[in-house]
């Protein structure tokens, strides 16, 4: 009796796996960039053909994305209401000494504002600029502070996160 409950369990589980509904996490959208290209018949099948340059890095300031080469470019679904567009963030080099670099990745378009607080609490750094979906880094000089202990805090919309920096 016990083999015969165990085995329609596990049939009810997997039943249950299969009929959850899977949601795609980004959508690639198929095109190239080159910089010539053309087509032409051979018998009655048509070629088509892009001549580029290799992949290189892209660099982005959050607005922007400059690209050279052959690239697929990704585009996310739209977020649910309420669900945060932050996917990451990470704050290097930590201590800093002169310069420190916010990166974060946010999986839609959003207004973002970067602020620093001393201990104290005072506001000695502000910094608020329209991000795009994807990876972005803004550099902050830290070299005018005071060695000590600043709060980073990274504002996307209702969403707040906080970081400890450590200027040297």
Request: proline residues 7%; positive net charge; contains cysteine.
């Amino acid at each position: 009796m016990t083999s015969f409950i165990s085995k329609c369990i596990i049939a009810l589980m997997v039943l249950a796996a299969l009929c959850t509904k899977a949601d795609a996490q980004l959508i690639l959208n198929r095109q190239v960039v080159g910089t010539n290209g053309g087509s032409g018949n051979l018998q009655q099948v048509l070629i088509q053909y892009t001549i580029g340059e290799p992949v290189v890095l892209p660099i982005t300031d959050g607005r922007l994305l400059l690209t050279q080469g052959f690239q697929q470019p990704y585009e996310l679904p739209p977020l649910p209401p309420g669900k945060s567009p932050v996917k990451s963030y990470i704050l290097f080099p930590n201590p800093a000494l002169t310069t420190v670099k916010v990166q974060f990745e946010l999986l839609a378009d959003a207004m973002v504002n970067i602020l620093m607080l001393n201990t104290a609490g005072q506001e000695v750094y502000n910094k608020q600029h329209q991000a795009g979906q994807g990876t972005s880094t803004v550099v902050i000089p830290v070299n005018r502070f005071a060695a000590g202990i600043y709060t980073v805090v990274l504002k996307v919309g209702v969403n707040i996160y906080f970081e400890k920096l450590i200027v040297q």
